[in-house]
């Protein structure tokens, strides 16, 4: 039986229920087993839809189709085919009775009114996928890749991909599960949830694209314009006189520092969200001086709950931290063990940000960054773990959006205006909560370098548009070794053409001794890194570092302009090449460049040693940034000169 409404198509085959909806520019599907639909939204904003067209079966039609915005969905009896201007976008896969293979499969978890799902669609020779978030691959088409839909420490899913065969798919269901881009078949699992749930586009350019899925899932907030300088980090400023000192060294130096950054264990115990006076007894006095060079301040939070903490009461009682569903709630052990705050039950999202408010708000800081946001859990027992909405096995992978809309409604309700949240994870809808995601704890190697690249592009067409890496890497970097200082160098050349330009990391060698060798709390006890300030690592590099900088602070003009056209149409700021020339066919295959905004084309050096590289200029009129001239080009690789105190860039001339 088929109905219809204004808006949508409803289709009932004996138990199974398929509603099909125009929904912004895109369709969406939901489909139960039995009963009711459940109305959560969960990425998707209310957005009513544009041109909607419905045909129920007639005499010259057998087949039932909705059109939104010149995408059509049509009911082949009981499955969608999905097409534009009368070609075939893709469909779900024929059911093979013989084998019992379905498109829509749903397995029952015995005594609740939950399943395991999966979808499944049809593959196609040569079809390129893009998009879905970060994982610690080189593959930049994802083609051929088994993903799994779980959040980790440096794998970030985000389940929105985009086809060279011109539409949008995105996965709207936070559950636990994976994603298979087979060459036969293209197969979706959620490992338990309580409907199938997608939403798809589709335009004549993928700019289009991205411009309707952001559209109905959220666009990024305003990049302020007092942050895109650098910003100074490292693991970790131990004390208050530690950290001025670098601020200090900076401003001696003449050199503007935007931000500089306060990392874990400047607390007692975590989940107090607080300084520890012993080596940080006056935020006032610092926060202050900071003010004067003009300097903003930012803190790391963890979402982690130590036992003894001051806040564990409380938070405990009111029923504000993930439980378990049977054995230990002590989900992570690193300098105690610790429970996780749940950020998505509503109240405990409001109790947090007036702690932090109280704590960190008093003395004028706004700029909070949100570390271990997946959460990292010490072991991934997803399966147990619960949260306020639900059981993590259903709605684990929306916890860092939730986790960065704590933070950012606290500063909406104090009246902080310019928001920017540094925060380690991401999901769908994450950027209107002011986020700027980095890419976690990654090594410090050229080969992770390259797969960062391609890590960022995918992150943009994924929605996630103000995505950054640790400069240099976080982990294995030793601040004597020479291969260290050219990876270091080649990334920060990188890093000045991103949202924004940032120094962190975990610095070898790690031969500092703790504050307080018989601590066992506070900042006293933890080990920290080697100096990690654009003047660790000899004169050389550091004019290098100076020079990228002045180059940066010359384009700032153009960053926020390209920042603005983010916010206004959901295209990323690293650009993958196919989004600025889609009809260029070497655009959709070269992974190692992109364009910055809509004028700059970007080419890391990757490689050590390497003094030079091919470059791919799609045609059009290009000036190299090093002022050896222009190149008139019909589409074609170039090879590009790279010393170590330059970068390929090439403007593109209009």
Not at 424 to 431: L, Q, S, Y
Request: proline share 5%.
């Amino acid at each position: 039986m088929i109905k219809r409404t204004d808006t949508a198509l409803i289709l009932t085959n004996v138990h199974e229920t398929i509603r099909i909806q125009a929904w912004g520019r895109g369709i969406r599907v939901c489909t139960v087993p039995f009963g009711q639909i459940p109305e959560e939204n969960w990425a998707l904003d209310e957005v009513e839809p544009k041109n909607v067209k419905i045909e129920l079966p007639s005499e010259q039609n057998r087949h039932a189709y909705i059109e939104n915005d010149g995408l059509r969905c049509t009911i082949l009896w009981n499955r969608l085919s999905f097409s534009k201007d009368g070609n075939i976008l893709f469909e779900e896969m024929p059911s093979r009775s013989h084998l019992n293979l379905k498109c829509r499969d749903y397995a029952p978890i015995l005594g609740t009114n939950d399943f395991e799902v999966k979808v499944r669609f049809t593959a196609y020779d040569g079809e390129k996928i893009h998009g879905m978030g970060q994982y610690l691959t080189a593959n930049y088409d994802l083609k051929g890749c088994n993903l799994e839909l779980a959040q980790r420490n440096a794998q970030i899913s985000v389940p929105f991909f985009m086809s060279n065969r011109g539409y949008g798919f995105l996965w709207n269901n936070p559950a636990i599960g994976s994603v298979s881009f087979a060459d036969n078949v293209t197969e979706w699992t959620a490992r338990s949830t309580k409907k199938i749930d997608y939403w798809v586009c589709a335009a004549d350019e993928p700019a289009q694209i991205m411009e309707k899925y952001t559209e109905v899932t959220g666009r990024a907030t305003e990049l302020p314009e007092s942050l895109l300088g650098l910003w100074q980090c490292k693991l970790r400023y131990r004390t208050q006189e530690e950290l001025l000192s670098v601020a200090r060294e900076y401003h001696r130096r003449g050199i503007k520092l935007d931000v500089i950054v306060i990392d874990f264990f400047h607390w007692i115990y975590q989940g107090d969200w607080d300084f520890d006076p012993e080596y940080w007894p006056d935020p006032q006095a610092m926060v202050d001086e900071l003010k004067s060079y003009g300097t903003r301040l930012m803190v790391s939070v963890w979402p982690t709950v130590d036992v003894r903490s001051k806040n564990f009461g409380a938070l405990y009682n009111n029923g504000y931290l993930v439980s378990s569903d049977r054995g230990n709630h002590i989900m992570f052990d690193f300098g105690g063990q610790s429970y996780f705050f749940d950020a998505t039950n509503p109240d405990g999202r409001e109790f947090a940000a007036d702690i932090l408010k109280k704590n960190y708000g008093q003395y004028g800081i706004d700029m909070f960054w949100l570390d271990v946001a997946e959460p990292e859990y010490s072991f991934y027992d997803r399966d147990l773990h619960r949260y306020y909405i639900g059981p993590e096995l259903q709605v684990g992978n929306f916890y860092p959006r939730n986790y960065t809309q704590t933070v950012y409604e606290g500063l909406k309700k104090n009246g902080t205006e310019d928001i920017l949240t540094l925060v380690r994870c991401a999901w769908v809808g994450t950027p209107k909560y002011g986020a700027l995601v980095w890419s976690g704890d990654i090594d410090c190697t050229f080969s992770q370098m390259k797969r960062q690249i391609t890590n960022g592009l995918n992150m943009g067409i994924a929605g996630i548009p103000y995505w950054i890496s640790d400069t240099g890497g976080f982990e294995g970097g030793n601040i004597h070794d020479p291969m260290f200082k050219e990876l270091l160098v080649r990334w920060y050349q990188w890093a000045a053409f991103m949202p924004i330009l940032r120094m962190h990391g975990d610095r070898g060698p790690h031969d500092i001794e703790p504050l307080d060798k018989g601590a066992t709390k506070g900042g006293g006890f933890c080990h920290t890194g080697s100096p990690n300030e654009i003047w660790s690592y000899g004169e050389e590099n550091y004019e290098i570092f100076v020079k990228y900088l002045k180059i940066r602070e010359g384009m700032k003009e153009y960053i926020k302009a390209s920042a603005k056209q983010t916010q206004e149409s959901g295209i990323p700021m690293m650009r993958a090449m196919f989004l600025e020339f889609p009809n260029d066919a070497t655009a959709w295959e070269v992974k190692d460049q992109y364009m910055f905004g809509s004028d700059y084309l970007v080419a890391p050096v990757t490689d050590y040693r390497a003094r030079q590289r091919d470059v791919y200029l799609p045609e059009g009129k290009w000036e190299a940034m090093d002022g050896s001239g222009m190149i008139e080009s019909k589409g074609e690789y170039v090879t590009a000169n790279a010393p170590i105190d330059y970068m390929p860039v090439y403007r593109k001339v209009k």
